[in-house]
Protein backbone atom coordinates (compact mmCIF):
# COMPACT_ATOMS: atom_id res chain seq x y z
CA UNK A 1 0.00 0.00 0.00
CA UNK A 2 1.46 3.39 -1.20
CA UNK A 3 1.80 5.38 2.17
CA UNK A 4 3.79 7.97 4.27
CA UNK A 5 4.31 7.00 7.73
CA UNK A 6 5.79 9.18 10.49
CA UNK A 7 6.59 8.26 14.13
CA UNK A 8 5.88 8.62 16.91
CA UNK A 9 1.89 9.43 16.51
CA UNK A 10 2.29 11.13 19.85
CA UNK A 11 4.77 12.78 21.83
CA UNK A 12 5.10 14.33 24.61
CA UNK A 13 8.56 15.84 26.33
CA UNK A 14 9.99 18.76 28.03
CA UNK A 15 11.65 21.83 26.88
CA UNK A 16 15.49 21.24 25.78
CA UNK A 17 14.82 17.56 25.11
CA UNK A 18 16.77 17.09 21.92
CA UNK A 19 13.54 14.65 19.30
CA UNK A 20 13.48 13.59 15.92
CA UNK A 21 9.95 12.97 14.25
CA UNK A 22 10.83 9.98 11.48
CA UNK A 23 8.65 10.13 8.03
CA UNK A 24 9.08 8.07 5.53
CA UNK A 25 6.99 7.01 1.96
CA UNK A 26 7.00 4.05 -0.18
CA UNK A 27 6.30 5.47 -3.47
CA UNK A 28 9.46 6.81 -4.73
CA UNK A 29 8.53 10.01 -5.05
CA UNK A 30 11.86 12.99 -5.43
CA UNK A 31 9.65 15.30 -2.88
CA UNK A 32 9.05 15.32 0.61
CA UNK A 33 8.18 18.05 2.76
CA UNK A 34 7.35 18.43 6.85
CA UNK A 35 4.56 20.78 7.47
CA UNK A 36 2.78 21.79 10.97
CA UNK A 37 -0.18 22.73 11.38
CA UNK A 38 -2.17 25.22 14.42
CA UNK A 39 -5.79 26.56 14.82
CA UNK A 40 -6.39 29.13 13.04
CA UNK A 41 -2.71 28.96 10.92
CA UNK A 42 -3.99 26.75 8.56
CA UNK A 43 -0.89 24.57 7.53
CA UNK A 44 2.25 26.42 7.29
CA UNK A 45 5.90 24.56 5.60
CA UNK A 46 8.86 24.13 7.56
CA UNK A 47 11.07 22.40 5.40
CA UNK A 48 10.93 20.55 1.95
CA UNK A 49 13.73 18.73 -0.39
CA UNK A 50 13.16 18.32 -4.01
CA UNK A 51 15.61 14.92 -3.55
CA UNK A 52 18.22 13.32 -1.67
CA UNK A 53 20.89 15.90 -0.06
CA UNK A 54 18.58 18.30 -1.37
CA UNK A 55 16.60 20.57 1.82
CA UNK A 56 15.55 24.03 1.45
CA UNK A 57 13.49 26.17 4.18
CA UNK A 58 9.92 26.60 4.29
CA UNK A 59 8.31 29.19 5.82
CA UNK A 60 8.41 28.72 9.65
CA UNK A 61 12.13 27.06 9.39
CA UNK A 62 13.43 28.50 13.14
CA UNK A 63 14.41 25.92 15.51
CA UNK A 64 13.71 22.65 13.25
CA UNK A 65 16.35 20.33 10.87
CA UNK A 66 15.99 18.63 8.80
CA UNK A 67 18.07 16.04 6.74
CA UNK A 68 17.83 13.47 3.38
CA UNK A 69 20.23 10.86 3.04
CA UNK A 70 17.88 8.30 1.19
CA UNK A 71 15.09 8.87 -1.04
CA UNK A 72 12.22 7.35 1.37
CA UNK A 73 12.84 8.98 5.10
CA UNK A 74 13.12 12.91 5.83
CA UNK A 75 13.19 13.01 9.39
CA UNK A 76 12.20 16.49 11.23
CA UNK A 77 14.90 17.17 14.05
CA UNK A 78 14.41 19.40 17.03
CA UNK A 79 17.32 20.00 18.65
CA UNK A 80 16.11 22.12 21.30
CA UNK A 81 11.96 21.65 21.41
CA UNK A 82 10.05 25.07 23.29
CA UNK A 83 6.53 25.05 23.98
CA UNK A 84 5.98 27.11 20.74
CA UNK A 85 6.69 24.24 18.94
CA UNK A 86 3.82 22.40 20.33
CA UNK A 87 1.92 21.19 17.38
CA UNK A 88 0.65 18.67 15.00
CA UNK A 89 2.91 17.63 12.53
CA UNK A 90 2.72 16.24 8.55
CA UNK A 91 4.77 14.75 6.50
CA UNK A 92 4.25 14.97 2.77
CA UNK A 93 5.63 13.33 -0.51
CA UNK A 94 4.65 14.02 -4.26
CA UNK A 95 5.67 12.74 -7.42
CA UNK A 96 4.21 15.26 -9.10
CA UNK A 97 1.77 18.03 -8.05
CA UNK A 98 -0.61 16.52 -6.03
CA UNK A 99 1.11 15.65 -2.29
CA UNK A 100 0.33 12.62 -0.21
CA UNK A 101 0.08 13.25 3.73
CA UNK A 102 1.36 11.23 6.82
CA UNK A 103 -1.17 10.66 9.33
CA UNK A 104 0.56 13.44 11.69
CA UNK A 105 2.36 13.65 15.14
CA UNK A 106 0.89 15.33 18.01
CA UNK A 107 4.13 16.74 19.72
CA UNK A 108 3.69 18.47 23.08
CA UNK A 109 6.76 20.87 25.07
CA UNK A 110 6.29 21.48 28.20
CA UNK B 1 3.81 33.63 3.11
CA UNK B 2 1.24 34.42 1.24
CA UNK B 3 -1.68 32.51 2.67
CA UNK B 4 -5.12 32.04 1.04
CA UNK B 5 -8.15 32.64 3.00
CA UNK B 6 -11.13 30.25 2.82
CA UNK B 7 -14.49 31.37 3.41
CA UNK B 8 -16.61 30.62 5.58
CA UNK B 9 -14.55 29.17 8.27
CA UNK B 10 -17.15 26.57 9.59
CA UNK B 11 -19.90 25.38 7.33
CA UNK B 12 -23.02 23.57 8.83
CA UNK B 13 -25.95 21.83 6.80
CA UNK B 14 -28.72 19.74 6.54
CA UNK B 15 -27.41 16.42 4.93
CA UNK B 16 -28.58 16.30 0.99
CA UNK B 17 -27.85 19.88 0.44
CA UNK B 18 -24.88 21.47 -1.18
CA UNK B 19 -22.08 23.31 0.40
CA UNK B 20 -20.10 25.87 -1.46
CA UNK B 21 -16.71 26.60 -0.36
CA UNK B 22 -14.63 29.59 -1.48
CA UNK B 23 -10.77 30.53 -1.03
CA UNK B 24 -8.83 33.66 -2.62
CA UNK B 25 -5.18 33.45 -3.01
CA UNK B 26 -2.63 35.74 -3.38
CA UNK B 27 0.12 34.40 -5.97
CA UNK B 28 -0.15 33.36 -9.53
CA UNK B 29 -0.53 29.61 -9.83
CA UNK B 30 0.27 26.65 -11.81
CA UNK B 31 -2.73 24.78 -10.56
CA UNK B 32 -4.83 24.77 -7.72
CA UNK B 33 -5.88 21.65 -5.14
CA UNK B 34 -8.62 21.15 -2.01
CA UNK B 35 -7.84 18.25 0.62
CA UNK B 36 -9.77 17.28 2.99
CA UNK B 37 -9.05 16.53 6.70
CA UNK B 38 -10.73 14.76 9.14
CA UNK B 39 -10.20 15.72 12.60
CA UNK B 40 -6.70 15.67 13.46
CA UNK B 41 -5.50 13.26 10.52
CA UNK B 42 -3.38 13.84 7.29
CA UNK B 43 -4.98 15.51 4.22
CA UNK B 44 -6.32 13.74 2.19
CA UNK B 45 -6.04 15.46 -1.62
CA UNK B 46 -9.16 15.42 -3.40
CA UNK B 47 -9.30 17.35 -6.97
CA UNK B 48 -6.69 19.91 -9.11
CA UNK B 49 -7.89 22.20 -11.54
CA UNK B 50 -5.01 23.43 -13.69
CA UNK B 51 -4.58 27.39 -13.78
CA UNK B 52 -6.12 26.96 -17.83
CA UNK B 53 -9.11 25.51 -16.40
CA UNK B 54 -12.52 27.26 -15.25
CA UNK B 55 -14.06 24.14 -13.56
CA UNK B 56 -13.79 20.47 -13.35
CA UNK B 57 -15.92 18.03 -12.00
CA UNK B 58 -15.33 14.91 -9.86
CA UNK B 59 -18.06 12.98 -8.76
CA UNK B 60 -20.12 14.76 -6.35
CA UNK B 61 -17.04 17.71 -6.52
CA UNK B 62 -17.36 20.65 -8.71
CA UNK B 63 -14.02 23.46 -8.56
CA UNK B 64 -14.05 26.09 -10.19
CA UNK B 65 -11.47 29.28 -10.91
CA UNK B 66 -11.26 32.52 -11.36
CA UNK B 67 -7.51 33.28 -11.97
CA UNK B 68 -8.71 37.08 -12.53
CA UNK B 69 -9.91 36.93 -8.86
CA UNK B 70 -7.57 34.53 -7.57
CA UNK B 71 -10.84 32.76 -6.49
CA UNK B 72 -11.76 29.16 -6.54
CA UNK B 73 -15.06 27.80 -5.11
CA UNK B 74 -15.55 24.03 -4.08
CA UNK B 75 -19.27 22.80 -4.32
CA UNK B 76 -19.70 19.20 -2.45
CA UNK B 77 -23.14 18.01 -3.91
CA UNK B 78 -26.05 15.91 -2.18
CA UNK B 79 -23.50 15.80 1.14
CA UNK B 80 -23.64 13.14 3.30
CA UNK B 81 -23.08 12.65 7.05
CA UNK B 82 -19.52 11.02 5.40
CA UNK B 83 -18.66 14.62 4.50
CA UNK B 84 -17.92 16.32 7.54
CA UNK B 85 -14.30 17.25 7.48
CA UNK B 86 -12.28 20.27 7.08
CA UNK B 87 -11.55 21.24 3.32
CA UNK B 88 -8.52 23.10 2.46
CA UNK B 89 -7.64 25.02 -0.58
CA UNK B 90 -3.83 24.86 -1.69
CA UNK B 91 -2.03 27.31 -4.62
CA UNK B 92 0.54 25.35 -6.51
CA UNK B 93 2.92 28.36 -7.57
CA UNK B 94 5.40 26.33 -8.92
CA UNK B 95 8.67 24.31 -6.87
CA UNK B 96 6.67 22.20 -5.88
CA UNK B 97 5.76 25.12 -3.05
CA UNK B 98 1.88 24.25 -1.95
CA UNK B 99 0.29 27.47 -0.02
CA UNK B 100 -2.64 26.34 1.72
CA UNK B 101 -5.42 28.18 3.09
CA UNK B 102 -6.77 28.05 6.74
CA UNK B 103 -9.74 25.60 5.87
CA UNK B 104 -13.05 25.02 5.83
CA UNK B 105 -14.87 23.11 8.64
CA UNK B 106 -17.83 21.50 7.14
CA UNK B 107 -20.20 19.89 9.31
CA UNK B 108 -23.31 17.61 7.61
CA UNK B 109 -25.82 17.38 10.16
CA UNK B 110 -28.26 13.84 9.77
Known amino acids: EAQVTQNPRYLITVTGKKLTVTCSQN?????MSWYRQDPGLGLRQIYY???????DKGDVPEGYKVSRKEKRNFPLILESPSPNQTSLYFC?????????FGPGTRLTVL | SQQGEEDPQALSIQEGENATMNCSYK?????LQWYRQNSGRGLVHLIL?????REKHSGRLRVTLDTSKKSSSLLITASRAADTASYFCAAFGGAQKLVFGQGTRLTINP
Open chain 2, 27 to 31: TSINN
Open chain 2, 49 to 53: IRSNE
Open chain 1, 92 to 100: ASSGGHEQF
Open chain 1, 27 to 31: MNHEY
Open chain 1, 49 to 55: SMNVEVT
